[in-house]
């Protein structure tokens, strides 16, 4: 009977007493405890994933002053090349509060010990933010455009334009125009950094607004997005191929 043994033992009742017939005792020994010493498993040591991996800071470009936009763990640094970042215009300034409706995007270029350093990559409103702004009895205005700074960055422009009233096309037209020739005049004179601190701290959503209320009442302008295209390193890449 597999894990079973039989013992034989005499019962004696006293001194001199004859022996009972021998008693079949039943021992259920499990063959596993009888045995351990053979069976002992041995104990993997569970690796702590988290104790291997490191803390790396992620600062934002000289442009925002290098603040510390996120904090990422890694067991490889190299993994956070390329990695796109998220904050928004209140992490970067600690100013109002109602700088959480802009949104910031870095990408991180470069590791170096414990610190990454990022690339400007997109500014937009929140999607809240920008659904507030529409209202019933006003008009709608977009421009998108590509522009290039003049060391060389191809961004992509899309300015919203929120009227007070409804009006008509040859307006929007005229609109668009003078956002057009306004970007055009301004941005191929700023280096990229120039052109980041003037997108996110609304210095051209001023001077855009300078020029379109000569046109129309506006409720708001604003750079609704603004996205890296090109680098001017992936440019050379491209004239070189």
Known sequence: MGNITIVNIH????????????LLLYCFISWRKRH???????????????????WVTVRSPDSFGNEAVAYIPVTDTEDL???VVE???Y???KGDTSQHQYKIYFKVVSVEGD????IFRRYEYAKEFLRSLIRRGSSKVNFISDVSTKD??????????ITQHQINSSKKHAIRLAINRMIEEKVPNMTIDQFVQATCYNALDSEIMAEVKKIVRIRH???EKVKLVKTVEEQIKLLKV
């Open 11 to 22: 019962v004696c009742k006293g001194v001199g007493a004859d022996p009972t017939p021998p």
């Open 36 to 54: 351990s010493a053979h069976l002992v498993r041995k104990k993997t040591r569970v690796k702590d994933r988290w104790r291997e991996k490191k």
């Open 81 to 83: 090349g390329g990695r």
């Open 87 to 89: 904050a928004t215009l």
């Open 91 to 93: 992490d970067i300034l």
């Open 115 to 118: 610190e990454a350093k990022t």
């Open 152 to 161: 060389g960055h191809t961004f992509r422009i899309k300015v919203i334009v």
């Open 221 to 223: 302008v604003g750079l």
